[in-house]
């Protein structure tokens, strides 16, 4: 596993005016912190808002979290802050959903031993038995919840219950169910998707075979954050592979697999690593 030395990131957004960055550096380097990745970025637009992600070694700060959020709270009042802090050393827990495709799941699962994705895994959620042998290969919960079009929503409810309090966010590693409100309004921008299309090309269903209808020249896949209305969240990661007319719909499928799973593993590393800011419908990502 890892042994990269513990780190604390500050994720930022607030209006755009001079003195932010001087003020955060100033906080940081007030209390013995040495940054070590430090960006910034803030919109064209009339109502300017800038965005900032900061990392510091934690080793040597002179704050305890409580004394950091404390100590922080006025310069964020002053500049209008909308910000939160997270430590490496507490790993995100992630719950992955999936449904009898095992692509992305087995992906995910090996980066994730490897090291290469520094979070844990407290379960798997199913609408199918399928891939319950795979989670056992690497000592996961595995749990069986059916989900029928009719009583959806029950279903749900009772997946939320059972859920609630052991996950931070949600991996959809192609799990083939529409999710219902009350469970996308529990996890706010904290359930990442991966859509088997490169959106906003060929949404909903069927997407390889729409684009073998259509004849096109790329295919990709789209990992984005769940929001109300379907497959139309904050895009966070993107990718395409070429494809000719000699491929058939088979041949997309094949080749959109490849493309699926690099695109979810960079969002989960993108989400873990708190290199992610919402905003509006988008998503500014460092």
């Not at 989900?147 to 409810?157: G, I, L």
Request: aromatic content about 10%.
């Amino acid at each position: 596993m890892s042994t990269h030395k513990s780190t604390i990131t500050l994720l930022i957004s607030c209006p755009d005016k001079p003195g932010i960055v001087a003020a955060v550096s100033r906080f940081i380097f007030a209390h013995q912190g040495n940054i070590l990745e430090s960006d910034q970025h803030s919109t064209n637009q009339q109502d300017c808002t800038f965005f900032m992600r900061v990392s510091f070694a934690e080793e040597g700060f002179a704050l305890l979290p409580s004394e950091l959020e404390a100590t922080f709270a006025p310069i964020a009042e002053e500049f209008h802050m909308q910000w939160s802090v997270s430590y490496s050393r507490q790993r995100k827990r992630a719950g992955i959903f999936v449904s009898k495709f095992d692509h992305c799941l087995t992906d995910l699962l090996w980066r994730w031993r490897s090291g290469e994705l520094m979070m844990d895994i407290p379960f798997i959620i199913s609408n199918h038995p399928d891939l319950e042998p795979l989670a056992h290969m690497y000592n996961i919960p595995y749990y069986h919840f059916p989900v029928h079009k009719e009583t959806r929503s029950a279903d749900q409810q009772r997946i939320l219950e059972f859920i609630q309090g052991r996950a931070d966010f949600l991996i959809l590693a192609r799990y083939m169910q529409i999710l219902e409100p009350l469970l996308v309004d529990a996890y706010p921008h904290q359930i990442i998707n991966i859509h088997h299309s490169f959106l906003p090309a060929f949404i909903g269903a069927n997407p390889y075979q729409k684009a073998f209808a259509r004849g096109v020249k790329i295919i990709g896949a789209t990992a984005h954050y769940v929001t109300a209305n379907l497959d139309e969240g904050p895009i966070i990661a993107q990718d395409v592979i070429h494809c000719n007319h000699r491929d058939t719909a088979e041949d997309l499928m094949r080749k959109g697999r490849d493309v699926e799973r690099r695109v979810l593993a960079e969002a989960v590393r993108l989400h873990t690593e708190d290199r992610i800011l919402v905003y509006e419908n988008k998503t500014i990502v460092f």
